[in-house]
């Protein structure tokens, strides 16, 4: 299974992007498992932003809390982030992956917040 993230970029502080995460490979569901959008800004660690289990809960790390929403298409077999009210701290490569961990990292996509 290969989990490939897209839909960063630029934007300005207080802006919105929407970052999807569509699987290949094995035929796998989105919906089979934990899943989650990761983060890894510039000489810091990897580390865990958003979280949608498999009966469609979700949890966020209070950096982002009330202004990220993960959500998936099970139709589609995609996971989004909604990421609002952008800051210049949510620059990083996002990721997404099975929580715990299970897939290989893809590239991630790239979101660079600008004062």
Partial sequence: ????????????????????CAASGSIFSINAMDMGWYRQAPGNQRELVALITRAGSTNYA?????????????????????????KPEDTAVYYCNAVPIRFGWGQGTLVTVSS
């Fill in 62 to 86: 209070d950096s982002v809390k009330g202004r990220f929403t993960i959500s998936r298409d099970n139709a589609k077999n995609t996971m989004y982030l909604q990421m609002n009210s952008l």
């Fill in 1 to 20: 299974v290969q989990l490939q993230a897209s839909g960063g970029g630029l934007v300005q502080a207080g802006g919105s992007l929407r970052l999807s």
